[in-house]
Structures are given as C-alpha cells and as structure tokens.
C-alpha cells in the first residue's frame, strides 16, 4: 500500500466514524510484509483498542487462510469486548490485485439501543416483541457458548492467551523441542507472525531468543514445501 492509499483510508476512517456515529468502532488495519498494524481508529471507547493494539486473532487467521481470495468482505458476525460485552462486526478486505494491504472493520455496538428497546417493551409489557427480537438472550449472552467469535484484542499478549496457556509457559517448565515446534506451528496457523512486533513477544514467552524463533519458522515453512 503506497502512501496515497493510506491516507485516503485514514481519511475515510474518520469520515465513517463521524457519519455513523459513536455506536460504531472504525479501525483500518495495514497489512505488509513487515507484518499488519493499526494505521486509524475511530470511536475506539467501544473497543478500548488504540493504534498500538494488534490486528485480531481472527483477522489474522483470516489473512493467514487466505479469506480475501475468495471474498471482498465480511458482514454480521460476533466480536466480544472484554467478559462481557458482544458487538456486531464487518471486515472489508482492501487489496491490490491479490495481494492483501489492508482492512477496514466496523465494529457496531448496540447495547445502548437494545437496552432501550428492552426498556420500552418492559413498560408496555409487550412481550411478543421481546421474543422476536431476542432481547433476553442478546442481553445476557453467555461468552463461554459462543463459537467462531472475534476477540478484540488489547495486545500480542493477549492474543497469545488465547491461544496458548501463558500460565503454564511462566512456570518454569523447560519446553521440548517439539513442543516448541507445536506452539509455533499452532501461532502460525493462526496467523499470529502476520501481527507486527510479535516475533520477540513470542520468543519470550517461549523463553527463546528472536533468530530462534526464525528458525523454527524456516523449518515449519520449508517442511510445507
């Protein structure tokens, strides 16, 4: 992506985050061989994310699978916030040709909207509404049931928490080579080494040095050859 492109999608950041206000989260992610990093965010009090937070677990895999080749974007799915919260998501791939450079998401909250519609139906005591729209079970939402869900993420490391059990990495437990071999090969399937910076938060998590973690990559690549 040359400059001219990034700031015309910095640019429509800002005008998306205006136009469809506060309830909507607009983040445009870079995506380049030096690996993705915020570049603009909008309305960020949704997420809690700023442009040093990294590009999602899932939008990473997405990118490591490919996803762009066989689609423009993505409507309607789930993002949790924290423990509690769900979001509506929206993932528009932006690319030159086939090649990746960028995405741009929308992350709608409608938790004020459905509280109020909530309110409105337990004042009238219209409780058909409420079972056509799913208020109840919107507002209560069990994040423990949930599959396929976005996490929006504050940094590397809590992404590798969910990924990897960072307890048991902090013990002290010496990890085998091939354990070692399966963490990384498991980080790279999901796409954790497209996020920029997370080459040394990997290695010293796993208590390894950068150029190892390198080599583990080459080996895990050349073996895919």
Do not use: W
């Not at 996803?67 to 423009?72: A, P, S």
């Not at 996020?195 to 080599?215: D, F, Q, T, W």
């Amino acid at each position: 992506m040359d400059e001219q492109q990034k700031e015309l999608f910095i640019k429509l950041t800002q005008f998306l985050g205006q136009v469809l206000g506060d309830q909507y989260e607009i983040v445009f992610h870079v995506i380049s061989d030096e690996g993705s990093y915020i570049a603009a965010i909008a309305n960020n009090h949704i997420s809690g994310r700023t442009i040093n937070s990294p590009l999602t677990s899932f939008a990473s895999e997405l990118v490591q699978e490919k996803e762009y080749l066989n689609k423009d974007f993505l409507c309607d799915y789930k993002a949790k916030v924290g423990k509690s919260k769900i979001v509506t998501g929206s993932t528009f791939f932006i690319k030159n040709q086939n090649k990746i450079v960028g995405i741009l998401c929308i992350n709608h909250d409608t938790t004020e909207l459905r509280n109020a519609i909530s309110k409105i139906i337990e004042l009238e005591k219209i409780n058909d509404f409420s079972d056509l729209l799913d208020i109840h079970n919107q507002n209560n939402v069990n994040l423990h049931n949930v599959s396929n869900i976005e996490t929006l993420s504050h940094s590397i490391e809590d992404i590798l928490a969910e990924n990897i059990d960072l307890k048991y990495l902090n013990s002290g437990y010496s990890l085998s080579t091939e354990q070692k071999d399966e963490i990384i090969k498991k980080l790279h399937s999901k796409g954790i080494f497209n996020i920029k910076g997370s080459i040394p938060i990997v290695a010293k998590s796993l208590n390894i040095s950068e150029p190892s973690v390198y080599r583990y990559l080459q080996k895990l690549k050349n073996s895919l050859l």
